[in-house]
C-alpha cells in the first residue's frame, strides 16, 4: 500500500464518522457518571484517561490525513482543507490547555482574604512548624476513581532533613472512629461508665436489654471536667471523697432567665426574657417583632408534645413567635441545645433564627451524675434527681448499682489513669457519594517509625524527638500571584418570590505589580480577568450563622487563541465552501440555460 492509498484510508469519511459517534457516545456517559459520581471521579475516568485522550488525538490524525492525502491541493479543495485544518487546531488548542492549562475553584467568605485556590489533584504535603521547610508531593490522578484500597508500593516520599514520609496506602471512603487508651504521657483520670437498663421480666443486677457507655473525663489538675449530665473529680484524700459523698447539693437562685436573640438576614438583636414575655417587641427596623408564649425551665417530650416538667432549670427552653411582613411562626429554643431548632408555620423564604440564653446561675446545680475518685483508687457517685434529692454510695469496679430512677442501673466497668482519646480510621463499607478519602503514612526519623493515617482535609500533627511537623492531605493549592477579597455577595431573587435568580460577589483585587486596588463585580455572566486567570461565578452557601460563601471556578487556559484561531477557520472555510458551491449552482444553471438556447435556435432551423 502506498503512502497516497494510506492516507486516504487513515483519512476516509467513514472512520471520520465512527470516530465521531465514539466521541459523542464518550461524552453522552461522561456526562451521566458525572452526575453520580462527581467532576473529580469523571475527569479521571474520562477526560483525563488516557483512552479518550487518543480518541481525540485519532480524530485529529484523521483530519490531517484527509489534507494530505489530497496535495497537491487544488483552488476548488481550498475551503475543504481550511475546514479540516480547522478541526485540527481546535484539538490542537484543547490539547494546549489540558497539558498545560489550570482549572480550579476558590471558596471564599464575606470579608475574608484569598491568595491560592485549589484544583482537582490530591496532594500530600509535608510542613516542619515554625518555619523548617515545606515540600508536597501529587498522588497519582487514577486513584480517584479507585473504590477498593490500594497499596501504593511506590507512593510518594516526602523528605525535610532526616524526616521522611512516605505515603503507603490509600483508602477511597473513610470513617473515623475513636477509642481512649491508658497510654497518655500526661496522668489523666477516665472511667467507663455504663448506664444499663432491665428488661420486662428481669431483675436488677441479672443482665439488661439495653446498655448506654460513655467514657468521663477529669482534668489534669483535679478540677470536674462536665459532660453536661455527668461529671469526674479526681479527689486528693480519702477523706475528700468522706466528705463529698456526705456533702448536699447546692443551688443558687436565678438571677436572670436568660436572653432571647433574634437574627434578620445576618443582623443579631437581644431582648431579655422577661420584656418579651408580657408583650411582642419590635425587632430594630426590621419590620418584625418578638413574643415569647412560653418559658419551660425542665422541658421534656411529653404525650402532647413539648411540656414542662419542674420548676428547675434542668433544660431551659422558650416557645417564641415571630411576626412580620409575611406572616407569623413559631419555634422552639433551647439553651443547652442550640443547634435544634422546631419552627411551625415559618413562611418560605424567610431568613430568621432565635436563640436562647439562659442565665448565668440558670443550671448552675449538680450534675445528675457526679463521680468522685480518690488517691487509693478507691470510687463514689452521688445521683441527683430533678427534684433535687440526692444519693451518695461508693462504688466498686465491674459491679452495677441501682440508681434514683426505675430500672436502670449504674456501673463504673474501667479506670485509666492516664486516659487519651484515639481516633483511628477504617474503610467505609462502600463508596459514598460524597467520599472522605484518607491515606496511610509511614514516617521515619534516626530509626523510630511510626504510622499515621490521614484524612482529606484533616491535617496531622507529628512530634519526632520534640520536633513538630504536620502531615496534610488535601486537594493541591496554586498561588494566585495576588490577593482577592469578597467585600459582598448579593443574592438576586425573582420578583414576588424569594427563589434566586442570580448572585453576584463584589470582590477586590491586591495585586503587589500594581500600585491600585482593583474592585470588580463577578456575576453568573460576567467573569473577571486579572493576571493570567479568570474568575467565573460558580455557586455559594451560607452557614447557619447566615454568612455566605462564594464559589468561584479560577481558569487558566493557554490553549484558548488557539481555539479561538481554529473557530474562525472553520467559519471561513464553511462560508468559502458555500459560497463556491452557490457560484457552481450559478454557472450550472447558465450552462443549461445556454444549452437550452442553442437547442431551440437549431429546432426552429
Avoid: C
Avoid at 484539538?91 to 482574604?113: C, N, P, S
Avoid at 470513617?175 to 504521657?185: A, G, H, K, L
Avoid at 496522668?187 to 436488677?204: D, I, K, R
Wanted: overall charge neutral.
Amino acid at each position: 500500500m502506498g503512502i497516497r492509498s494510506f492516507l486516504k484510508a487513515v483519512g476516509s469519511l467513514w472512520l471520520a464518522v465512527v470516530l465521531l459517534m465514539l466521541l459523542l457516545l464518550a461524552m453522552a456517559s461522561a456526562t451521566a457518571f458525572e452526575s453520580t459520581h462527581g467532576m473529580q471521579a469523571s475527569q479521571a475516568l474520562f477526560y483525563k484517561a488516557l483512552w479518550f485522550q487518543s480518541l481525540l488525538a485519532l480524530i485529529g490524525l484523521n483530519m490531517l490525513a484527509a489534507v494530505l492525502a489530497r496535495f497537491p491541493i487544488s483552488r476548488r479543495q481550498i475551503p475543504l482543507v481550511i475546514v479540516h485544518g480547522a478541526i485540527v487546531t481546535i484539538l490542537l488548542g484543547a490539547w494546549v490547555t489540558k497539558r498545560w492549562g489550570i482549572d480550579g475553584q476558590l471558596a471564599i467568605r464575606e470579608g475574608q482574604t484569598a491568595s491560592a485556590f485549589r484544583v482537582a489533584q490530591e496532594s500530600v504535603t509535608l510542613e516542619r512548624q515554625g518555619g523548617g521547610g515545606r515540600v508536597a508531593a501529587d498522588l497519582d490522578s487514577r486513584l480517584a476513581r479507585a473504590t477498593h484500597p490500594v497499596d501504593l508500593a511506590d507512593g510518594p516520599v516526602l523528605r525535610l532533613g532526616d524526616f521522611t514520609a512516605t505515603v503507603a496506602s490509600y483508602l477511597p471512603d473513610t470513617d473515623e472512629v475513636s477509642d481512649v487508651r491508658d497510654d497518655n504521657p500526661v496522668p489523666n483520670t477516665a472511667v467507663e461508665v455504663v448506664l444499663s437498663m432491665a428488661g420486662e421480666g428481669q431483675e436488677a443486677g441479672h443482665g439488661s436489654n439495653q446498655e448506654m457507655k460513655q467514657w468521663v473525663f477529669a482534668r489534669d489538675d483535679g478540677h470536674s471536667h462536665s459532660h453536661g449530665t455527668m461529671s469526674l473529680h479526681v479527689l486528693d484524700s480519702e477523706q475528700a471523697l468522706t466528705e463529698a459523698l456526705a456533702k448536699a447539693p447546692a443551688t443558687q437562685p436565678a438571677s436572670s432567665k436568660g436572653t432571647v436573640k433574634v437574627t434578620i438576614d445576618q443582623e443579631s438583636y437581644e431582648f431579655p426574657l422577661e420584656t418579651v414575655t408580657t408583650q411582642p417587641a419590635s425587632i430594630g427596623a426590621s419590620g418584625y417583632s418578638v413574643r415569647v408564649l412560653r418559658y419551660l425551665p425542665h422541658a421534656i417530650v411529653g404525650k402532647s408534645g413539648i411540656e414542662n416538667a419542674s420548676d428547675n432549670p434542668v433544660n431551659p427552653a422558650i416557645e417564641a413567635e415571630i411576626t412580620g411582613p409575611k406572616g407569623s411562626f413559631r419555634q422552639l429554643a433551647f439553651a443547652k441545645f442550640p443547634d435544634f431548632q422546631s419552627m411551625h408555620g415559618k413562611p418560605e423564604g424567610q431568613d430568621v433564627k432565635i436563640v436562647f440564653q439562659a442565665g448565668e446561675d440558670q443550671g448552675r446545680q449538680d450534675e445528675p451524675v457526679r463521680l468522685y475518685v480518690a488517691p487509693t483508687g478507691r470510687m463514689g457517685v452521688r445521683f441527683t434527681t430533678e427534684d433535687r434529692q440526692t444519693r451518695s454510695m461508693e462504688l466498686t469496679l465491674g459491679k452495677p448499682v441501682e440508681t434514683p430512677w426505675p430500672g436502670i442501673r449504674f456501673e463504673v466497668r474501667r479506670r485509666f489513669d492516664r486516659a487519651r482519646m484515639a481516633h483511628s480510621v477504617v474503610p467505609a463499607p462502600e463508596v459514598r457519594e460524597n467520599p472522605t478519602p484518607a491515606l496511610l503514612v509511614k514516617t521515619s526519623r534516626q530509626g523510630r517509625e511510626e504510622r499515621v493515617w490521614l484524612r482529606k482535609d484533616d491535617p496531622q500533627a507529628v512530634t519526632v524527638d520534640n520536633v513538630p511537623y504536620v502531615l496534610t492531605f488535601s486537594d493541591k493549592a496554586i498561588p494566585l500571584g495576588f490577593e482577592v477579597t469578597l467585600d459582598r455577595f448579593r443574592v438576586g431573587r425573582y420578583p414576588g418570590t424569594e427563589r434566586p435568580r442570580s448572585f453576584e460577589s463584589h470582590v477586590t483585587f491586591n495585586d503587589p505589580a500594581q500600585a491600585a486596588r482593583i474592585s470588580r463585580v463577578i456575576s453568573m455572566n460576567a467573569p473577571a480577568t486579572h493576571g493570567s486567570y479568570t474568575l467565573y461565578q460558580a455557586s455559594y452557601h451560607r452557614d447557619q450563622g447566615g454568612r455566605s460563601t462564594s464559589v468561584l471556578s479560577v481558569s487558566w487556559d493557554p490553549g484558548q487563541p488557539i481555539v479561538f484561531a481554529g473557530y474562525i477557520s472553520l467559519f471561513v472555510g464553511l462560508l468559502w465552501a458555500l459560497a463556491q458551491r452557490v457560484a457552481d449552482k450559478r454557472r450550472n444553471r447558465s450552462a443549461n440555460n445556454g444549452a437550452q438556447t442553442a437547442g431551440e435556435v437549431v429546432v426552429s432551423s
